[in-house]
């Protein structure tokens, strides 16, 4: 049995051998016939195959280019989370405490760091911003505030009633000497038993809502410090903060002919509308303009607020530009009617009537001109008093009856600030003409301008700037009460009418009714004299092309305003696909 299945497996393996070598010379048959010997043929076919060869890599490099082609078209340069947007800024920061914010960068920096109870939107309106909600109540004497949820400082601890209304009594503290001081002097606040706050006014005000845009400070880091010296605390220096950026650090660089301070910033995760696009953000600060045009052409800082159009030419057009916008503010001539000179309002309709106020609105190019303390975009008034038109006879003639023996010389206050400082030296060459002997004094604008010339009224005439709002309210710069050194009738401007005609048009609701106080307090202003419109002045913002500042479409109140929509700034760009 094993013999013959021995031999049934030999005669397999024979088999399998024969068909192997049988495929094998069929196999190399079959390659000598259709390779080997049609190799010679190959020369016949060469043209034949070099264009088969081009028509394959013309195809490749078709679709290649098709790929790349369609693939830029659905993708786009974008800006992106990231990166630090640098701002020049002009003046000294003496403190970071935004309760004494003065100079425009340490407004820059309040604005920057600290969040308030309300603010002016995207609209140029009053809308919330810590607060969740703010009523008044049916005759706007009490307005009730509550605090949004999950409100935190920078280190950590909850933003809380009790830190409003400790911020607000600091305010209204004379020792404190703040700038939102006469917002809140007669303002009562409390907690009620919601939890909420409530502010009683000692009059009817329609737009409280405006004067809630104070920066909050945190009562568990100051809350123990003598509001004498609460400037001198450790908090005016690095401090807690609440606002869109948390403050970092501070470097101080020694330039030539003065000392630029970087304060850096980063994006706050807790900010109540959402943490910003830019990472960082670092504010700069100069002396000069001179020093904000030399940074900005150096490529050390990304924008600034603080030059005018008379600067265009002075930066780099290539890398920058320039966006005008118009603010609620007003230039004005201030005249300080407690002083011996012009304190009888017929010395002062003279002036008046001397001065070429349309050269001395030359000395300010691209401003809108302005004749009263009111703008069309805060109300629109029916009937407008005529101003007297210049004649220079007749203001001489009535200014050497009034003189008398007493000498004419005057104190010219400004700030070196846009163009205040060209438009005081035309207003002096004009009293000079006049027969004034005339001086100008040009301030730098921080504290110890607002305490010794402000508060002090150490001027005879004020060249000054000042916000009229989003919506009109101008007790605080006419009314009797705010002649004080912690009140902002910069004229010491005293009238029982205009007193009740203003705290009137406060009070009211019904606009028609306070269209009609304002257009007789028009009346009083052009007739007394305490102040001459000069021009509206514009916000002229130079920036990088390569970022992404304010929207066109924000309507700006305040310089400040720029910063309404900062969330989407941005200074970084990254290719994405679009989404279809």
Request: proline share 4%; net charge negative.
């Amino acid at each position: 049995m094993k013999n013959t299945t021995r031999k049934r497996g030999q005669k397999l393996i024979r088999r399998f051998s024969r068909a192997s070598i049988r495929a094998s010379e069929e196999g190399k048959e079959h390659i000598r016939e259709n390779l080997i010997d049609r190799m010679p043929h190959i020369a016949d076919i060469r043209l034949l195959i070099l264009e088969w060869g081009l028509l394959v890599f013309a195809l490749m490099m078709l679709a290649l280019t098709q790929a790349f082609w369609f693939g830029n078209s659905y993708a786009e340069n974008v800006f992106v989370d990231g990166g630090t947007y640098t701002e020049a800024t002009l003046g000294d920061v003496k403190s970071l405490n935004p309760l004494f914010a003065t100079t425009s960068s340490e407004k820059t920096l309040s604005r920057l760091m600290f969040a308030t109870l309300s603010v002016i939107d995207y609209s140029g309106h009053p809308g919330i911003g810590l607060a969740q909600s703010i009523m008044p109540n049916e005759d706007g004497k009490v307005w009730t505030v509550k605090l949004r949820d999950g409100l935190k400082w920078s280190d950590g601890e909850p933003i809380t009633v009790d830190d409003v209304i400790f911020t607000t009594e600091l305010i209204k503290n004379p020792a404190v000497g703040s700038v939102y001081g006469s917002n809140l002097a007669k303002v009562k606040v409390e907690k009620n038993e919601n939890g909420d706050i409530v502010f009683s006014l000692p009059a009817a005000y329609s737009d409280f809502i405006t004067a809630l845009n104070f920066p909050i400070v945190p009562k568990h880091i100051l809350g123990e410090v003598d509001p004498q010296t609460l400037i001198e605390n450790n908090f005016s220096t690095t401090p807690i903060t609440s606002g869109v950026f948390n403050y970092n650090a501070t470097q101080s660089t020694a330039g030539a002919n003065s000392e630029e301070k970087v304060f850096y910033l980063s994006a706050n995760p807790d900010y109540y509308k959402g943490q910003a696009m830019l990472s960082s953000f670092a504010v700069h600060t100069y002396s000069t303009k001179d020093d904000i045009i030399a940074s900005l052409n150096a490529g050390s800082t990304t924008a600034t607020a603080e030059l005018s159009g008379i600067d265009v030419d002075k930066v780099n057009a290539a890398s920058f530009i320039q966006k005008n916008s118009s603010l609620n503010s007003g230039a004005f001539i201030f005249f300080n009617t407690s002083k011996d000179v012009i304190k009888n309002k017929e010395m002062r309709a003279a002036i008046r009537q001397g001065l070429n106020i349309d050269k001395i609105r030359e000395a300010a190019p691209a401003t809108t001109a302005l004749n009263y303390p009111l703008l069309e975009a805060q109300i629109k008034l029916n009937n407008y008093p005529a101003i007297p038109s210049q004649d220079i006879v007749a203001s001489r003639i009535k200014i050497d009856e009034l003189k008398g023996e007493q000498p004419l010389r005057v104190e010219i206050a400004t700030v070196n600030s846009g163009y205040l400082p060209n438009v005081a030296e035309e207003i002096k060459t004009e009293l000079q003409d006049l027969g004034f002997e005339a001086n100008v004094s040009s301030y730098e604008e921080n504290q110890d301008f607002v305490n010794n010339v402000i508060s002090k009224r150490n001027y005879d005439i004020l060249v000054y700037e000042i916000e009229l709002g989003a919506d009109p309210d101008l007790l605080p710069y006419y009314h009797s009460s705010q002649a004080s050194t912690s009140g902002l009738n910069l004229s010491n401007y005293r009238s029982v009418l205009v007193d009740d005609l203003l705290l009137g048009a406060r009070d009211t609701l019904n606009e028609e009714l306070r269209i009609k106080k304002y257009e007789s307090f028009l009346e009083y202003w052009v007739n007394d004299v305490p102040a001459i419109g000069l021009y509206q002045p514009n916000l002229t913002y130079y920036y990088n092309k390569n970022v992404r500042t304010f929207s066109n479409d924000v309507r700006l109140v305040t310089a400040l305003d720029r910063f309404s929509d900062i969330n989407s700034w941005a200074v970084t760009k990254a290719t994405k696909n679009k989404t279809p």
